[in-house]
């Protein structure tokens, strides 16, 4: 069992980090893999653990890049070509194994994603709706009182009595709502733009709403930061009473999360054009790739010697 790659897991799950799992759960010798393997990939598709060799670990990264963009497990064959239609079943991604081997390996790719985090600033109805119909949804919550008592609020032990948003793991899934009643709205707004926060909503009329933006901006808060602002928060419901703009706001953001629109940003790596390798189709990097040919006056890049020999010898492109 890799300790140290576990331990790592749970480090970045309570930071509110995004990352994928990849478990090795099945080989046939000569693979390089070892039953029970694991390793981490992380969105910019970076890894840290053991994948396997050449050939494997740039497909295990391009599949759990995938499995973090739509949240959803996959259980990855790499084997021989006549392999594959019947390894493809119940939802198994196959893929060639290209490299000069008769080895074979599946690996279980689970992402782990970050829920929903709502930061809710302010001692209103709002505020006490939103948050009480947020952690019935499951979603992470910690209400910020400046100057309250967590006793004031329906769920004490998630109130924090001070501004302070630097330790709370903010980042793309993390909404922050400020409902402060016009009490300090322009520095808990401040502090938000200073997050990497997903969504930055103000509870207020319009009239307030554009009163609040102008003085942000006569501090010198830049134009593209202000837009960063939903002002007011929350779907337009008409005229409803402060509790239920809790609803309002909340149901804003359930719909922007199903959008994708408040949630992990995974930077897959673009396919750009001769960074395909043309016999298994796996995903080079030119700057790194050790294998290149060169047809028809176009350089082509390779993941292992097996594919560049093989196209060199007149294997057709995929």
């Not at 000069?100 to 505020?127: C, F, K």
């Not at 903010?170 to 909404?175: F, H, L, M, Q």
């Not at 837009?227 to 409803?240: E, H, N, Q, T």
């Not at 897959?268 to 290149?292: L, N």
Request: hydrophobic share 45%.
């Amino acid at each position: 069992m890799d300790i140290d790659v576990l331990r790592q897991a749970a480090a970045l799950a309570d930071e509110r980090q995004p990352f994928a799992v990849a478990t090795v759960v099945w080989r046939r010798a000569p693979s390089s893999s070892h039953v029970g393997s694991k390793a981490l990939i992380h969105p910019d598709g970076s890894a840290d653990g053991w994948l396997g060799g050449a050939c494997a670990e740039p497909t295990v990264v391009r599949a759990a890049l995938a499995a973090m963009a739509d949240g959803i497990p996959r259980l990855l064959f790499l084997g021989r070509d006549d392999e594959l239609d019947r390894r493809a079943e119940n939802g198994r991604v196959t893929v060639p194994m290209a490299c000069d081997s008769e080895g074979a390996v599946e690996v279980y790719l689970e992402p782990v994603l970050p829920v929903p985090q709502l930061i809710a600033i302010g001692r209103t109805p709002a505020v006490f709706t939103i948050s009480s119909a947020a952690v019935a949804l499951g979603w992470d919550v910690i209400v910020i009182d400046d100057g309250g008592h967590p006793d004031d609020h329906p769920h004490p032990d998630q109130v924090r009595t001070r501004l302070d948003l630097d330790d709370l793991g903010i980042g793309a899934a993390t909404a922050v709502v400020v409902a402060t009643q016009g009490h300090y709205d322009d520095l808990a707004l401040e502090a938000a733009l200073g997050t990497a926060a997903g969504y930055i909503g103000l509870v207020a009329s319009q009239k307030r709403a554009a009163s609040v933006l102008e003085l942000l901006r006569g501090r010198g808060v830049d134009d593209v930061s202000l837009r960063r602002i939903a002002a007011p928060a929350g779907l337009d419901l008409g005229s409803v009473d402060n509790a239920e703009i809790g609803i309002a706001v909340l149901a804003e953001l359930v719909g922007r999360r199903a959008a994708g629109r408040l949630g992990v940003t995974v930077a897959r790596p673009p396919a750009e054009p001769g960074a395909v390798d043309p016999v298994c189709g796996m995903v080079v990097d030119p700057a790194t790739s050790r294998y290149r040919s060169t047809r028809d006056g176009t350089d082509v890049y390779f993941c292992a010697p097996g594919c560049k020999a093989a196209f060199d010898a007149g294997a057709p492109a995929r």
